[in-house]
């Protein structure tokens, strides 16, 4: 059984391929190319068939090394519009029609390569080439296939660029326990790059000092150092932890581009409890910038990605105030107690910390210390500093209006204050002939900002 099938036919070049793996190819994780030009000639055929091979189990290149199995990219036949059988290209023929009679007519048909899940390989940077061959099968007369082979090209060109937009960095330092144990950014915004090539990252500051701002009134720059910050890479593994500054540094580098041409850094900065008490113990807003390069390691001409963010230091207006002790005990148990008066010392009494200037003040809750009806008056207790003690007011009465005992003109973290409370010898006469008891009273410290 056979069919006749006679056509003239003319000179036919068909259109060799090139699948351009470019970044939009990457971002859509697809890329396809149709090329025409293909002409099939029958005149007696029985079981006619078409079969395609590639030169290769491998796409070959000149200028990389990395290796492209064949079978990344489908090919379909079309024609007037009709898809045939996709198939993967493979070194070993394939069918990309059969009929049982010569069915297929004498017509230009087009090759449609593809590939549809480019996010699930490495895509390096290269050109990379593969041959086509096409072969008529079946009991033929006269049948062809014109041209018998087509070049195939895979183009990929250098690639770096942020995958998403990099972010500005705000560290809230809002605890005194940052002050006692460090800092410890947590959920900076990732670094995420789309690239085809190695690459490494560097990091450098606009100045080697913060730009301060929203201090209290009167507190001067405090010219808190970017060095002060330790910048690091926690993920996909640690990297380098660089110590800003205004010099650029590298501190983490991906030799291999990984599948699906994403990398995604998980950055830290960490700033040590010292550093932060001796830079940015201010209340206030450190400023700076910062300019992150990402650039290949060995691509010429070399390729590279800057941008430029703002780092930002915000410190809150915190204050802490601490007691050693709920209670004191004035005891007078002997003559010498009344001639003398009596006092008691307590070492690190309250311990301080405010990030701005500061002043406490003291106040007793009531005029008098209590004994069921009985009375002392509260101006009989004297507090003042410890021996040796600086910065510390000496209140001679205690009254229910405030009185300023501490004041600084500097913030402090966990600064200690030795108190001495004393009734002295030329109050104890308002203790006597008083009955015998524990007579209390109840004291109000107050930390304020000057």
Known sequence: MGVLLVALMGAVRAQNATLQINEAALRAGQVSFNASGFQYNSVVSLLPGLQARTAGTNFSSTNSTAVVPVNRVSLTLNRTGVDY??????????????????????GAFSLRYAINNLNNYAWVL???????????????????????????????????????????????????DHFRNGYTSSALGQISMLHTVPMQF?????????????GATGVSDPN?????????????????????GTTKQKFYSVATVPVGNKTSLTPQIKIGAAALKQHFINKGVYSTTFDLQVQDKDTTPSVSKTTTNNLTVQVADMGELKLS?????????????YRNGVSS?????????????????VRANSANFTFGPNVIPVSSLQIGPATGETGVNTIAELSTQSQVLISSNVPQVDKKYGIRYAI????????????KGKYTAVITYTLTAL
């Open 85 to 106: 059988t996709t198939v993967m290209l493979s070194a070993t023929e394939q069918n990309l029609f059969s009929t049982i009679i010569g069915l297929f007519s004498t």
């Open 126 to 176: 290269g050109d990379y080439q593969t041959i086509l061959h096409l072969r008529i099968t079946g009991i033929n007369l006269g049948v062809s296939v014109n041209p018998t082979s087509a070049l195939l090209n895979l183009a990929v060109p250098a690639i770096l660029t942020p995958n998403t937009t990099p972010s500005d960095i705000l560290l809230h330092v809002n605890s005194f």
């Open 202 to 214: 560097s990091l450098a500051t606009a100045s080697t000092k913060f730009t301060f701002s929203n």
């Open 224 to 244: 808190g150092l970017t060095s002060a910050l330790q910048y690091m890479v926690t993920a996909p593994q640690g990297g380098t932890t660089i110590s800003l």
């Open 325 to 337: 002790n709920a209670a004191v005990d004035l005891a007078f148990t002997s003559a010498d107690h």
């Open 345 to 361: 010392t307590l070492a690190e009494h309250i311990t301080v910390s405010k990030t701005t200037p500061y002043q406490v003040s």
């Open 424 to 435: 002295p010898s030329i109050k104890t006469a308002a203790l006597i002939n008083k009955a």
